[in-house]
Nanobody, 123 residues
């Protein structure tokens, strides 16, 4: 099976930076679109950033110009560089990807999620 693990979250002051990583492991055939979501208490889950297999990116208006999503196909990993962080960015951040993999000698494609990493922006 496939596993996604986020890392890089923590406590940071307003204006600071963090870099989140998502490592993907398993019998992977290919990783297609990759996404970062966040979920803050009392708010709906929000798509923060997305990157396609071709490298095209898209961002939520609230983070555009501050966050950058990237991927490293060699390492089966993708990242979210977060700069100029604001208290409003406080949330649990989740990586998500559409992945094709081998299961019981059969090709399967599905949507997979990491466990989440906490980002807290506070002075």
């Amino acid at each position: 099976q496939v596993q996604l693990v986020e890392s890089g979250g923590g406590l940071v002051q307003p204006g600071g930076s963090l870099r989140l990583s998502c490592a993907v492991s398993g019998s992977i055939i290919s990783i297609n679109a990759m996404h970062w979501y966040r979920h803050a208490p009392g708010k709906e889950r929000e798509l923060v950033a997305a990157i396609t297999s071709g490298g095209s990116t898209n961002y939520a208006d609230s983070v555009k110009g501050r966050f950058t999503i990237s991927r490293d196909n060699t390492k089966n990993a993708f990242y979210l560089q977060m700069n100029s962080l604001k208290p409003e960015d406080t949330a649990v951040y989740y990586c998500n990807a559409e992945i094709s993999l081998w299961i019981a000698l059969s090709r399967r494609t599905g949507d997979y999620w990491g466990q989440g990493t906490q980002v807290t922006v506070s002075s």
